[in-house]
């Protein structure tokens, strides 16, 4: 099994849909979980970043955490052609070891 | 917010030949700075991570005499890709954290090499 796990899509979606993304991982000593998204050719950027369990909202994008689960959301309100991207999960096990990334999600939204 | 700048975007180079790209933390300070290759439709790699003053740390696999990484400055880590093969066609990505050791890390837009 792998450490984190990430459906690669693709996901289609129209314009306006609300997108959920996930990532389950086995280790549960991971504490640090973030969200990426990476335009084709481009490199990644930072989404959400959050630290053990609960939620977190940023604009349209909610990120949520179940640790109990290990298992981790991103999902996308109002969803526009530009969210057309791969959305990559990331986590480490502490603030300062490297990130285990999650194989992405490629979505695209259409209008 | 944080910016990491990589350069060059993309390169073609020859079978044989070295290459060197740089990643400049723009508004920030790095101590360490983290070296990913990205295979298409495959997830990021960790290569190295490149330690301002000191010895880069290679991950299992990684051959350091192949990946030359030197980290001179705080805002500047640069990575040779040395006698280089079709093979090591990849994108490199670099990234650093621009504040505590907790905070996240911020990536450059990657360098997209082919080698010929």
């Known amino acids: 099994q792998k450490e984190v796990e990430q459906d690669p899509g693709p996901l289609s979606v129209p314009e306006g849909a609300i997108v959920s993304l996930n990532c389950t991982y086995s280790?549960?000593?991971?504490?640090?979980f973030m969200w990426y998204r990476q335009y084709s050719r481009k490199g990644p950027e930072l989404l959400m970043y959050t630290y053990s369990s609960g939620n977190k909202e940023d604009g349209r994008f909610t990120a949520q955490v179940d640790k109990s689960s290990k298992y981790i959301s991103l999902f996308i309100r109002d969803s526009q052609p530009s969210d057309s991207a791969t959305y990559l999960c990331a986590m480490s096990l502490s603030g300062n070891t490297p990130l285990v990334f999650g194989k992405g999600t490629r979505l695209s939204v259409i209008a | 917010g944080a910016v990491v700048s990589q350069h060059p975007s993309w390169v073609i180079c020859k079978s044989g030949t070295s290459v060197k790209i740089e990643c400049r933390s723009l508004d920030f300070q790095a101590t360490t700075m983290f070296w990913y290759r990205q295979f298409p439709k495959q997830s990021l790699m960790l290569m190295a991570t490149?330690?301002?003053?000191?010895?880069?740390?290679?991950e299992q696999g990684v051959e350091k005499d192949k990946f030359l990484i030197n980290h001179a400055s705080l805002t500047l880590s640069t990575l040779t890709v040395t006698s280089a093969h079709p093979e090591d066609s990849s994108f490199y990505i670099c990234?650093?954290?621009?504040?505590?050791?907790?905070?996240?890390?911020?990536f450059g837009n990657g360098t997209r090499l082919t080698v010929t």
């Open positions: 490149s330690n301002e003053g000191s010895k880069a740390t290679y």
């Open positions: 990234s650093a954290r621009a504040g505590a050791h907790n905070s996240p890390l911020h």
């Open positions: 280790n549960s000593a991971f504490q640090y």
